[in-house]
Structures are given as C-alpha cells and as structure tokens.
C-alpha cells in the first residue's frame, strides 16, 4: 500500500459521516438540475396557453428576466417559437450541467478515497470555470428571452431587450472565482506534497 493510501485510509474525510455527505451532494446536484431544466422545458409548453390554463398562468413559469421587464407573455405562440424557446434554455442548462458533471467527478473520487488527487484538482477547477459560464450564458439568456417574449407580445412588430445582474449572477460569478482560487490552493498543496513524498 502506497503511503497515500495509508493517508486516506484512516482520514476523518472517508467517514461514514463524510461519504453520506458525498453521496447527498451527488445525488442533490442531479436532482436540482433535472428539475430545474424540466421546469424550463414546461414554461415552453405553458406560455401562450393561457386559456388553456384556466386563464391562470403560474407565476414561477414565467421567465423572471420577463417579470422584472414587466413583459407580458403572449397570448398565444406557433410552435416553432415554442422551440426557440427550448433552445435558448438549453444555453444556460450546458453550463449547469457541465458544472453538476464535475461535482459528479469530485464526489465519486472522494467516495473512491481520493481526497486530493488530481481528479479532484480538475473537478474543483471544472466547478469554477462552469460557475462562471453559468454567469455568462445567464447574460446571454436575459438578452434572448427578453427578445423573443416582447416581440411576439407586440405581434412581431417591436420589441426590447433587457439585461441586468442581480441576486444569482453575482453569486455564480463569486462562487466561481471560489472554486478557482480553491482549485489552485489544492493544486499547491498536492505539489508540495509531492515534493515532501519525494524526501521520504
């Protein structure tokens, strides 16, 4: 046995305690982003229904970049703009599932007892990088559903574009460069251990 293995083998980190952890955040991520993604295929489905609906239409299925436009979805919409709709969430859904594919990589590697490896480095890297492409493709997604939802509001004949940062993407952009600094400050430390191993 390898005297990394014998590192891991007795740390706090592979813990029934810890590994119940790895397990909820694994499972917990993929829940929450296949949630959120069914969630926003149905808006799609939803929006221009509205008869259909009772005339009542759920306030948590309309886009909120559309809500704090005080845009009004329109009353009724073709099909293809249905899947222009889909489209543009699937921009901000890539970037949500690259980042829950490399949480995915961090818990399975911590479940493996690879506490500090290079998986981990890598993954812990992923995570910033999608957090930050969370930030972005957020922008993109403001921009394009703003768009198509007052242009067939005004009958196609108009629309606006709305754009802002609030609450969440100032929190993917900070808990992104988190996730960097943090993957640099594992890539350092797993260096020097290498080097204190090499001594031995």
Do not use: D, K
């Given at each position: 046995m390898s005297s990394s293995s014998s590192r891991t083998a007795g740390s706090p980190v592979q813990s029934p305690s810890f590994r119940r952890?790895?397990?909820?955040?694994?499972?917990?991520?993929?829940?929450?982003?296949?949630?959120?993604?069914?969630?926003?295929?149905?808006r799609w489905a939803a929006i221009g229904h509205a008869?259909?609906?009772g005339g009542w239409m759920p306030v948590g299925l309309v886009p909120?970049?559309?809500?704090?436009?005080g845009l009004t979805p329109p009353a009724s919409m073709d099909t293809p703009w249905r899947w222009?709709?889909?489209?543009?969430?699937?921009?901000?859904?890539?970037?949500?599932?690259?980042?829950?594919?490399?949480?995915?990589?961090?818990?399975?590697?911590?479940?493996?007892?690879?506490?500090?490896?290079a998986t981990v480095v890598a993954g812990f890297h992923?995570?910033?990088?999608?957090?930050?492409?969370?930030?972005?493709?957020?922008?993109?997604?403001?921009v394009g559903v703003t768009a198509l939802l007052?242009?067939?509001?005004?009958?196609?004949n108009g629309g606006m574009i709305a754009l802002g940062v609030g609450p969440f993407e100032v929190s993917t952009l900070v808990v992104g460069l988190m996730m960097l600094l943090l993957a640099h400050v594992l890539a350092e430390g797993r260096r020097l251990q290498a080097e204190a191993d090499a001594f031995v």
């Open positions: 952890l790895a397990w909820g955040l694994l499972a917990l991520s993929w829940t929450c982003a296949g949630a959120s993604f069914a969630l926003s295929l149905l008869e259909g609906w909120a970049q559309a809500q704090l436009a222009v709709g889909v489209a543009l969430e699937c921009i901000p859904a890539a970037a949500m599932f690259y980042t829950v594919l490399c949480v995915h990589r961090i818990c399975r590697a911590f479940l493996a007892g690879e506490v500090f490896g992923g995570v910033g990088r999608g957090f930050l492409a969370m930030f972005v493709t957020s922008l993109l997604y403001q007052s242009w067939l509001a005004s009958g196609q």
